[in-house]
């Protein structure tokens, strides 16, 4: 066997070369490209960074032109903190607002609570059907609450339909889709609506999402425990949110906005027909829409990432919950790219079509399986002799050195801005992950991104199930 | 060749892996200083609370002692102490009277933080200009007049409207056209921020920011601008020009005079709304219904009732709506269209069975 290995190795030297140095140089373009990144999310915080300018987060407070905005926070069987997030929603710090929550068929008592607690009743406020929902069974206000609604509805297991119903009954011109779990800070609505307001042509803004449970209180309070899967995504979402994302609004090449937090211009969702319903990937799925729509009705139009803005929420804290969010991610993404593949290097949608798009598909569909061949093939290669030692600490530096330096570089760009991480503790610990995610972590969502793709090719629909634990009565550490 | 082909090969693979290995070794400084930064930051930002909580009692007894102030009677303040003073007072300001905003003017001469003040805009920071020009917004000298419209006129956006706030807090209208000038073709600015600064220049600014916005190089950006704020001070001085933008090409631009228009109450904006019933633009023929509404213009009955079958949904709510504010006249009308229900008239009778529902006239 090892004789008929080595004969194999030997006779097919160029082609195993040449499959190495395509994992190379993959690896490197890869880490090249990360690398342009960087200075382009400095200049893009540089120039836009609201950090600086507390006056006018003020004067947006108290002054009458500030866009009023609906938050539109989808709920499903929420019944153990949905009262409390309706209360931290109602806090926020906005001068016009209303929370529409929707109920989408929860089977447990998650109405029931909202109706006591807000002293909600009946109302026959009218609202446009433009985009498809199930039927809307009541929608309830409250005297005491009067920027607070609540949408009931039937559901049809389907998170976008219940954005939809949001949607329709929403009459601000900006609308704001929140989970039921995540916690917005007090002040990012103003930070994304400045966005709104630089640009008249402003269709969606996104804003950063970090972990909510990375740090979180001992039950005696006294203590702060850190967690090591929370603090890999933290770390990962720092290096997406404040590099990735801020140079792709830089290059305005912005395909996404997350789901967990993104601000809307209301009537161009009701044009596009809101979210797609049979798409795991509706955020992304949405952003798509949108560039599509406006571009083949040749409309003026923007989006923009806000890092400022940031939204709380709890991530996967074991391994099996995180595998199926990033195999539903991939499944997303594919989803996407599969659907709007006639962007694809189409000249009339311009940067997005003949640089963005594509981009992306190389970056997270055919770069993570490139990798992933690498990581069975190049050892075994080396160990049979057909590649050398050069080979081999070639592909260990892209695959998994060079990484580090992205990560440290993310750390830093987002401590020198905002310095959003409170504890030297909580600093060293982030730092020390953004060594140790590049060795494992990282390869280990390769992997289910190559799940996500035979999940995709299977056809495989749904969510999963995210177990929550409610965190966010213990956040008081993040001094949101 | 192949020799040197290969040299080159492995050439290029060393180059990779070291390259990345320099880049580790300078990750782990990178975050060696990151830390130490940090370290001494948070040390830094614990004395800089210690002391806030210590200067706000002292800052709110000068404010309040009963004794006239004069440098004898106010305690020596530190240099390190001044950003801090600086950032207590700003906060002050916004909720003050005027007895206590001269007191101000008074500690904040007494201690020279005006000097302090001047220096800080002397530095590139944004931070630090912007809260300056805040300040100089409630000093009442010359000096600070000058300052701020020097600042008014670069084009750093933020600086700028820091500046431009602050001469509307001063009322310094006379310096409004030359600032107006430069910022007239900008069409990278904060339009709605703009807006509300402007907004606060009040009536004796609406002439210069009128011609602001009929300027032929004025950016779609000023030009909205312009219309929310005369919208806003609602002078009829500025309804001819507000009435010329309803004819604007761009969609925003005539969405944004009627929206204006619907804020003043006079005899030549009714044909003007009327007119707006049947413009291309949705957003604008809803604005036109919903100040036609308000307004209770009631010879608009007819063409408010064909905007019921309008393909946009806000169109025919604002016209329902419009509808019922008009009274009993216009009541009837949505009666009758549910009443009479008839799928050519679906959608008129649909939006009547809303309004009425939501007015509680079902």
């Not at chain 1, 161009?268 to 406006?294: P, Q």
Request: aromatic residues 10%; positive net charge.
């Amino acid at each position: 066997m090892l004789n008929t290995t080595l004969e194999f190795t030997h006779q097919h030297l160029i082609w195993i070369q040449t499959i190495a140095w395509t994992v190379i140089v993959s690896g490197l373009i890869q880490n090249l490209f990360y690398l342009c990144q960087l200075p382009a999310a400095w200049l893009e915080l540089n120039q836009y960074s609201q950090y600086e300018d507390s006056e006018s987060r003020w004067h947006l407070l108290i002054s009458q032109v500030t866009l009023p905005i609906s938050i539109l926070v989808p709920a499903y069987n929420e019944e153990l903190t949905i009262v409390e997030n309706v209360h931290q929603l109602l806090t926020l710090n906005y001068p016009l607002f209303e929370a529409i929550i929707i109920n989408d068929g929860s089977t447990d008592e998650t109405l029931q609570k909202l109706i006591t607690e807000f002293n909600l009743k009946l109302s026959t406020r009218a609202y446009e059907t433009s985009v498809k929902h199930a039927p809307i069974r009541g929608i309830y206000i409250s005297d005491t609450y009067p920027n607070l609604m609540v949408i009931d509805k039937e559901n049809v297991q389907s998170k976008a339909d219940a954005i939809n119903a949001g949607i329709n009954v929403s009459r601000h011109p900006l609308f704001c889709v929140v989970d039921a779990d995540s916690l917005l800070e007090a002040s990012s609505l103003l930070n994304a609506v400045r966005a709104y307001m630089e640009n008249l042509y402003m269709v969606a803004v996104g804003g950063a999402i970090r972990a909510l449970n990375d740090e979180v209180p001992s039950s005696t309070g006294k203590k702060i425990n850190y967690r090591f899967l929370p603090l890999l995504q933290s770390m990962e979402y720092m290096r997406s949110f404040f590099m990735s994302r801020l140079a792709w609004s830089r290059w305005k090449m912005l395909t996404i906005i997350s789901g967990a937090f993104g601000i809307f211009k209301r009537d161009i969702a009701l044009k596009i027909g809101g979210f797609s319903h049979h798409t795991v990937g509706e955020d992304y799925d949405f952003i798509m829409k949108m560039h599509d729509y406006l571009v083949k009705h040749q409309q003026k139009y923007s989006m923009s990432y806000v890092p400022e803005t940031v939204c709380w929420t709890e991530v996967p804290e074991d391994w099996s919950m995180l595998k199926k969010q990033r195999t539903r991610w991939q499944r997303g993404a594919l989803e996407v790219f599969f659907k709007y593949r006639h962007i694809f290097f189409n000249r009339r949608y311009k940067i997005i079509g003949l640089i963005g798009l594509p981009l992306h598909f190389i970056m997270d569909v055919l770069g993570p399986i490139i990798e992933c061949v690498g990581y069975l093939i190049i050892p075994f290669f080396y160990l049979t002799g057909a590649l050398n030692l050069n080979f081999l600490l070639a592909y260990t530096a892209v695959a998994f050195v060079f990484g580090v330096f992205i990560s440290v570089s993310s750390l830093a760009l987002e401590e020198i801005t905002f310095q959003q991480i409170k504890s030297s503790k909580h600093l060293l610990l982030l730092g020390l992950i953004a060594i140790v995610e590049n060795f494992g972590y990282r390869q280990l969502n390769n992997f289910w991104r190559i799940l996500g793709w035979i999940q995709f090719l299977t056809k495989k629909q749904g969510w999963g199930t995210m177990i929550r634990k409610g965190y966010k009565a213990k956040a008081r550490n993040k001094h949101i | 060749m192949l020799v040197s082909f290969i040299d080159s090969d492995q050439a290029l693979l060393k180059m990779i892996w070291r390259v990345s290995l320099i880049g580790f070794v300078i990750s782990l400084g990178l975050l060696a200083a990151l830390l130490i930064w940090k370290i001494h930051r948070n040390c830094q930002q614990h004395l800089i609370h210690i002391r806030i909580q210590q200067l706000k009692p002292l800052l709110n007894a000068v404010l309040y002692a009963p004794t006239a102030l004069n440098q004898n009677s106010l305690p020596p303040l530190k240099r390190a102490d001044r950003p801090l003073i600086v950032n207590l007072i700003i906060e002050l300001l916004r909720n003050i009277r005027n007895d206590d905003m001269h007191r101000i003017m008074q500690i904040i001469s007494l201690w020279k933080i005006d000097n302090y003040i001047y220096q800080q805009l002397k530095k590139n920071s944004r931070y630090h200009q912007i809260q300056a020009l805040t300040m100089l917004g409630y000093f009442n000298d010359e000096k600070s007049l000058l300052t701020l419209k020097k600042y008014a006129l670069k084009t750093k956006h933020y600086v700028q409207l820091a500046a431009l706030r602050s001469l509307a807090q001063r009322h310094a209208v006379e310096y409004l056209p030359e600032i107006l000038k430069i910022l007239a073709p900008q069409s990278n600015q904060n339009t709605l921020m703009l807006a509300d600064i402007l907004e606060r220049f009040g009536e004796p600014a609406v002439e210069f920011i009128s011609q602001f916005i009929l300027e032929q190089n004025s950016s779609e950006s000023s030009k909205v601008a312009g219309l929310i704020a005369l919208g806003h001070i609602a002078s009829i001085n500025a309804l001819s020009t507000i009435i010329v933008f309803t004819d604007n090409l761009s969609d925003l631009v005539r969405t944004q005079a009627y929206i204006s228009l619907s804020k003043m109450n006079h005899l030549t904006i009714y044909p003007v709304l009327k007119k707006g019933l049947n413009d291309s633009c949705e957003h604008v023929r809803a604005e036109a219904a919903k100040a036609i509404g308000y307004h209770r213009l009631a010879d608009c009955i007819q063409p408010l009732t064909k905007l019921l079958n309008d393909p946009y949904w806000r169109v025919r709510y604002q016209a329902a709506f419009a509808l019922y504010q008009l009274g009993t006249s216009g009541i009837l009308i949505l009666r009758n269209l549910i009443l009479t229900k008839q799928s050519v008239n679906s959608f008129a009778a649909t939006i009547a069975q809303q309004v009425l529902a939501e007015q509680g006239q079902s």
